[in-house]
């Protein structure tokens, strides 16, 4: 995490800056010299590290460097989602010099739009732990008190009874693109007694940490993906308690578990004609790991640069001809697959897009933004990887034609 200093020192000095230091009670002369430098900056760090009162000190501080929690592309994609909504604030979103500039201008002028930024962030940065449930239904979410209440109500009884916490449940549906919601949830956890500092008094404090959930599910597809600390009882739970009380409908506890993935078309390759029309020009099985049909030795391989983008499964083929274990009925694990665009004018080295997919249904697809992540995903369902509906998002195929697919992460 950067020091308030950085920040700082990447924040233009504003009308933005400005306000949110005077309102957290930052005193400075009258005559300050409010101008977009260096000097400036090397100022107001000196005046908040000088600063007597202790308690403004640390808020200010506090308020720099939360903002970092958005200041990357990552966060600058939540950003802009939440502000898709929000007109004024869409304007100066993109009036912004950077992303760390744009997170603290959201902090300051928009916080509640900051906080549920924050919130898609924290999905997208967990989505790899997260686990799919295909519920086999596709009808709008609750939003009602009596639904919330009954909601929040399951969830503090599943933690009463398994971790003997969880007395407060708050609870938020947040609207996001293409169909999905967004419901967020904060727990309260056991009671703990923290050694912290107040001011200039170290004290100890007794404090309540926040159990974080998140669930987003999709009307359009009927497919929900949970994250929670905890294991299968906790997702289970958190999908069971959606389903019943914001969906209004019992699910069958064969529809809660996350699915397996079958790797087996990826011992031909990744041949997708698709790709090359999306701007590919070589795919390759790069990397793939294969599990004994008795389950009692695991194997990985690896294809080289000197391959020169051929997939690893024919290197097995052509160098282990008689002893091929693709073709001995062991079972493909993990693969990683990649996908080459042409050099850039004057470069050497292709761009690559790289898919990491396990047969628990794990894929690193969250790390790309939504275009090039429903067409990687398209391209695994055309080779049979993803069956229909294991996306969020609705799929559109080259014809045009809308067809029902579901997400791309059992993780």
């Known amino acids: 995490m950067k020091t308030y ?63 970092t929690q958005l200041a990357h592309p990552r966060g600058k994609q939540a950003m802009f989602q939440v502000g898709s909504q929000n007109g004024p604030a869409l304007i100066g979103l993109i009036a912004c010099l950077s992303d760390q500039h744009r997170a603290f201008w959201l902090f300051v002028h928009h916080p509640a739009l900051f906080e549920q930024a924050a919130e898609i962030e924290y999905v997208d940065s967990h989505v790899q732990h997260a686990q799919q449930h295909d519920l086999g239904t596709k009808v709008p979410v609750r939003r009602d008190d009596a639904s919330m209440a009954g909601f929040c109500e399951a969830i503090k009884t599943f933690y009463k009874l ?22 967020t949830v904060h727990a309260k956890d056991l009671a703990m007694l923290r050694l912290e500092f107040e001011g200039m008094t170290l004290t100890r404090r007794v404090g309540s940490p926040n159990i974080h959930m998140v669930l987003e599910y999709s009307e359009l597809t009927g497919v929900v993906r949970t994250i929670i600390r905890g294991g299968a009882k906790f997702h289970d739970m958190l999908a069971q308690a959606f389903t019943r009380h914001l969906l209004g409908i019992e699910v069958a506890a064969t529809r809660i578990k996350p699915p397996t993935l079958d790797l087996s078309p990826l011992k031909l390759g990744f041949q997708v004609p698709q790709a090359a029309a999306d701007g590919f020009v070589a795919l390759q099985v790069k990397s793939i790991t294969l599990m004994s049909p008795d389950t009692h030795l695991k194997a990985e391989f690896t294809a080289m640069a000197s391959s ?24 493909v694990n993990a693969a990683s697959i990649n996908l080459y665009y042409a050099p850039p004018p004057g470069k050497l080295r292709s761009p690559v897009v790289t898919v990491e997919v396990t047969r628990r249904g794990r894929l690193n697809l969250h790390k790309y933004d939504e275009k090039l992540r429903a067409q990687l995903e398209r391209y695994l369902v055309q080779i049979g990887i993803l069956q229909e509906k294991q996306t969020l998002s609705v799929q559109i195929e080259a014809s045009g034609e809308s067809t029902d697919l579901v997400n791309e992460h059992g993780e």
């Open 308 to 331: 020169e983008h051929q997939c690893v499964t024919e290197l097995i083929a052509a160098k282990l001809p008689h002893d091929n274990p693709l073709a001995h009925h062991w079972l």
């Open 162 to 183: 398994e971790l003997g916490c969880g007395e407060v449940c708050v609870a938020h549906i947040l609207d996001r693109a293409q169909g999905t919601q967004l419901v």
């Open 5 to 67: 200093a950085e920040v700082l020192l990447n924040l233009p000095i504003d009308a933005t800056l400005r306000t949110y230091l005077e309102h957290q009670g930052l005193t400075l002369p009258a005559d300050f010299n409010w101008a977009d430098d260096t000097n400036t900056t090397a100022a107001l760090i000196d005046a908040i590290q000088s600063f007597s009162d202790p308690g403004v000190r640390d808020k200010i501080v506090a308020g720099l460097q939360v903002s």
